[in-house]
């Protein structure tokens, strides 16, 4: 593990750790505040994100930006990282092996954020941080506390393209994180 943040920014550099090297543009690190109470974590950076190499800019998180305007968060104030770094093709779910080579550094982006809280985006981030027991549909909405740590998972903004009626249930779950912050 990396004490700062420059040294773990650095180590992903030339990252060759997966396949998925072989295919990205940008490594999608991770943005935001370093000091946030409040972390997001998505699955893998989509098409927009790779071009930019940053998480959560194309339609689903522009979504997701309209429903933090609506709860009061402020993207700011959060810390925002995917399980993988780089995109999988055709926006693929990330393969084990793929999520396995990239959670050292999921790891030290939260031993150095230090959340009280994590917003769990999605089924990829809610089974790759908690376990595969985990369903996202149990799981939504619900608080698991684990490690000193409060967890909420709920729906990735890019489902809540795909389902519209999962918007509401978005909005509730970050207004229960908005009222920590």
Same mark, same amino acid.
């Given at each position: 593990?990396?004490?700062?943040?420059?040294?773990?920014?650095?180590?992903?550099?030339?990252?060759?750790?997966?396949?998925?090297?072989?295919?990205?543009?940008?490594?999608?690190?991770?943005?935001?505040?370093?000091?946030?109470?409040?972390?997001?974590?998505?699955?893998?950076?989509?098409?927009?994100?790779?071009?930019?190499?940053?998480?959560?800019?194309?339609?689903?998180?522009?979504?997701?930006?309209?429903?933090?305007?609506?709860? %009061?968060?402020?993207? $700011?104030?959060?810390? *925002?990282?995917?399980?993988?770094?780089?995109? @999988?093709? &055709?926006?693929?779910?990330? +393969?084990?092996?793929?999520?396995?080579?990239?959670?050292?550094?999921?790891?030290?982006?939260?031993?150095?954020?230090?959340?009280?809280?994590?917003?769990?985006?999605?089924?990829?981030?809610?089974?790759?941080?908690?376990?595969?027991?985990?369903?996202?549909?149990?799981?939504? %909405?619900?608080?698991? $506390?684990?490690?000193? *740590?409060?967890?909420?998972?709920?729906?990735? @903004?890019? &489902?809540?393209?795909?389902? +519209?009626?999962?918007?509401?249930?978005?909005?509730?779950?970050?207004?229960?994180?908005?009222?920590?912050?």
């Amino acid at each position: 593990m990396f004490e700062t943040w420059e040294e773990l920014e650095k180590s992903i550099e030339n990252c060759k750790k997966c396949k998925l090297y072989s295919t990205r543009q940008n490594i999608v690190f991770g943005i935001g505040n370093k000091n946030a109470k409040i972390m997001f974590i998505g699955e893998g950076p989509g098409a927009d994100e790779d071009k930019k190499g940053e998480p959560f800019v194309g339609k689903a998180g522009k979504l997701m930006d309209m429903a933090f305007e609506t709860v %009061g968060i402020k993207r $700011e104030d959060v810390y *925002i990282a995917n399980i993988v770094k780089c995109r @999988p093709p &055709a926006n693929r779910d990330p +393969e084990e092996d793929e999520t396995y080579a990239c959670m050292d550094y999921l790891r030290n982006q939260v031993m150095l954020v230090r959340p009280k809280v994590i917003v769990l985006l999605g089924r990829i981030a809610l089974q790759n941080i908690l376990g595969k027991e985990y369903k996202i549909t149990a799981s939504r %909405g619900n608080w698991i $506390e684990k490690k000193g *740590i409060n967890y909420l998972p709920t729906w990735h @903004p890019a &489902a809540l393209l795909r389902d +519209e009626s999962k918007k509401i249930d978005f909005i509730k779950d970050l207004q229960k994180v908005a009222k920590l912050n």
